[in-house]
């Protein structure tokens, strides 16, 4: 039985260069004219989310949102401006 994952969208300050994309290759990536990156993608679970945002603070990114989008977001993603 295949493991249902709950969607979720990240929103990040600044724009991943192209050597950090490949982390996040399971995730959408959207770059605003904004300077904001947009990852939506799949999380299996709680611990999952807090390695996830673990390793985006590792990183030194700063961590602008955090939305759950449920478990079949194909009809219910919408981006931020």
């Known amino acids: ?3 249902l994952s709950n969607y979720y969208q990240i929103c990040v300050q600044g ?3 192209q050597n950090w994309t490949d982390m996040f290759h399971a995730f959408q990536i959207q770059y605003k ?12 679970d709680q611990a999952a989310l807090r390695g996830l945002l673990d390793h985006l603070f590792d990183l030194g990114l700063s ?5 759950n989008l449920g478990l079949y977001p194909e009809s219910k993603v919408t981006f931020p401006s």
């Open 33 to 44: 004219e904004n300077g904001v990156t947009v990852l939506t993608g799949p999380i299996v």
């Open 15 to 17: 724009h991943l260069g």
């Open 1 to 3: 039985m295949k493991e």
């Open 63 to 67: 961590i602008l949102s955090i939305r």
